[in-house]
């Protein structure tokens, strides 16, 4: 095949009311599903935070992947691999490798031990309000730095969609985003999210599919010759197709793509909106087999994701997308132009907008998931948990359940002994502290409202952000996850020695060194695509700082507990373990 040179590729203003009116279904369709979902649900905080616990492991294995194939997948990945070739294809693997640490270490053992959040697993033997706080308070961190990627990536998708690049144009698109996800959480809750991602899950990989099917027919399954025009009309020639084109050109570099891939590697793990899907099923199996799903699923949709992005270049070339967007983030849109016709054709319009339209419906779906999880952690975990006293157990709750492999076993004896399920249940009322308990409907409104303000702050901080790659923001979410949740949950649920203060002091000791460094790094100010690019006080040389707070959230953890005036409770380690490993006790 003839290498040709690519066309320009823009959607002509004549198909632009196409391109709006499918937009526009995609949001008639998720507020209909949020307001069916609402009127189904109740008011207790089970249903608001879970959905009632009764999703199957394929439904949630749909809601999981959804929740995980966000803006930064679609557009953000592709995009890289269409500008940096193989070091993007290396970025895409951190994603897909992280499912593993989540079905080794936390799936199963989340679900068994925890009630709603991330504080919850904490605080089954750690007792303490300070404990939840840090936990909540780490959580509506990360899910901010979430929140602006995908935001982020829906001001550059109606930009292009609308043919222009103004900054009105993008300023209003994340507002609106910004309205809808609060309307999605504070109506529909957990269980309209959940349905919103299911669908939307279907819709991006069969979106995917489509593309990746044309784009196979149009060079006749030659991967070889695909590769090749990749390479041709990537202005970088064979080293397109070589390591270090983004992340090779220094030992600072490198070190910067090693940081982001610990980060990717062990992030997800961390993620307060995945961690909380697992908590809408019934059980620890239904999690397990939740998780497999999930990993069928974004394992096919990584390996699309790199045939796009080589495909983008092959025949639209690296500068007619930087052109269309700096960071890459409308690569699969424009590559959907030219699939399906070429500029000015109605089928290539046609495709255009349909693709364009299904990576709105994904950023829709993961802002509205991350903002039900950082309003979960601040109503649950700090207003109820850690300022007013603790959460009330659920009303008409269905009393514990032996969930051994998933096994429910009402009537079964317990494996714990007496004395400990005596200690078990004045906890619950009581919150293990002697704190009072918070009315559930009196929690749940504090987590509308919650949404609303986090809402709020994710659309301004949203504007600062515009012009950095989507997929890149949510690397830096990916190593605050990893330096202060994942350390905590690790040695709560592993090492029998931890300690509050280990706790709190793992969490901040991830959280604080991270969100410094990001502050101080290249993705702030020094370089001409920082949020501040006319300033420079830039002293950290890294983009992403995994490598440095990781670390020291790990350590944090241990020097806290080596330091701690009180030791370890063994018998409320010993009550983890059981729930943790065998279900007993599991809500």
Do not use: C
């Not at 935001?151 to 993008?170: D, E, I, P, Y």
């Not at 809808?180 to 309209?192: D, E, P």
């Not at 905590?488 to 060194?513: C, E, H, K, M, N």
Request: without cysteine.
């Amino acid at each position: 095949m003839r290498a040709a040179t690519p066309p320009p590729v823009a959607p002509t203003g004549d198909h632009h009311g196409l391109a709006v009116v499918l937009f526009a279904v995609v949001v008639l369709v998720t507020l209909a599903i949020t307001f069916w979902a609402g009127r189904r649900g109740g008011g207790a905080a089970e249903d608001f935070y879970a959905g009632g616990r009764d999703f199957t492991p394929l439904q949630n294995g749909f809601a999981l992947s959804g929740d995980y194939l966000s803006a930064a997948s679609f557009l953000g990945v592709a995009g890289l691999i269409a500008l940096y070739g193989y070091d993007g294809v290396l970025y895409s693997i951190g994603f897909l490798v992280a499912w593993l640490v989540v079905l080794m270490l936390v799936a199963e053992l989340v679900r068994n031990a925890g009630r709603y959040t991330l504080a919850d697993v904490l605080a089954l033997r750690l007792r303490r309000r300070k404990v939840r706080a840090a936990a909540g308070g780490a959580s509506v961190v990360v899910t901010l730095f979430y929140l602006v990627a995908q935001m982020v990536g829906a001001g550059s998708l109606v930009a292009l969609l609308l043919g222009t690049n103004s900054a009105q144009a993008r300023t209003w698109t994340i507002v609106a985003v910004g309205g809808l996800m609060i309307v999605y959480v504070t109506i529909g809750g957990m269980r309209a999210t959940t349905w919103i991602q299911i669908v939307k899950a279907f819709l991006l990989v069969a979106g995917s599919v489509v593309l990746t099917v044309l784009l196979a027919v149009r060079f006749h399954g030659d991967v070889a010759e695909l590769m090749r025009q990749a390479a041709q009309h990537s202005g970088a020639g064979q080293r397109y197709l070589e390591p270090g084109l983004k992340y090779g050109k220094s030992f600072t570099s490198r070190l910067d793509f090693f940081s982001l891939g610990l980060a990717l590697v062990l992030g997800t793990a961390g993620l307060p909106h995945i961690l909380s899907r697992f908590y809408t099923v019934p059980t620890a199996r239904a999690a397990r087999r939740s998780t497999m799903w999930a990993i069928g699923l974004v394992g096919g949709f990584y390996l699309m994701a790199i045939a796009l992005g080589l495909g983008a270049t092959a025949l639209i070339g690296s500068a007619e997308v930087r052109q269309a967007n700096s960071a890459g983030n409308t690569a699969v849109p424009l590559l959907a132009l030219v699939l399906g016709g070429g500029n000015g054709s109605t089928g290539g319009v046609v495709l255009f907008a349909l693709i364009s339209a299904i990576a709105f419906a994904t950023i829709l779906a993961v802002v509205a998931g991350l903002t039900l999880a950082s309003s979960a952690a601040f109503a649950h975990d700090i207003w109820a948990g850690a300022w007013r006293g603790r959460p009330r157990g659920p009303r008409g709750s269905r009393g514990t359940r032996d969930s051994h492999d998933g096994r429910g076993a009402r009537g079964r004896r317990s494996v714990v002994p007496a004395s400990r399920r005596a200690r078990a249940e004045a906890d619950a009322r009581t919150g293990g502290d002697g704190a009072p308990t918070v009315a559930e409907h009196d929690e749940v409104l504090v987590a509308r409202i919650a949404a609303v303000g986090i809402g709020a702050v994710a659309i301004v901080l949203s504007l600062f952000a515009q012009q950095l790659n989507v997929a890149f923001l949510v690397g830096l979410a990916f190593a605050v996850a990893a330096s202060a949740n994942l350390p905590v949950l690790l040695y709560s649920l592993f090492w029998r020695r931890f300690t509050a203060r280990g706790a709190v002091w793992s969490v901040y000791g991830g959280l604080i060194p991270a969100v410094v460094l990001v502050t101080f790094s290249p993705v702030v100010s020094g370089t001409k695509v920082a949020l501040f690019p006319g300033m420079d006080f830039h002293w950290f040389p890294l983009e992403n700082p995994g490598v440095v707070s990781i670390p020291l959230g790990f350590l944090a953890g241990w020097i806290g507990t080596l330091t701690s005036p009180e030791p370890a409770d063994p018998d409320r380690y010993a009550e983890l373990e059981v729930r943790a490993l065998t279900g007993a006790g599991a809500v």
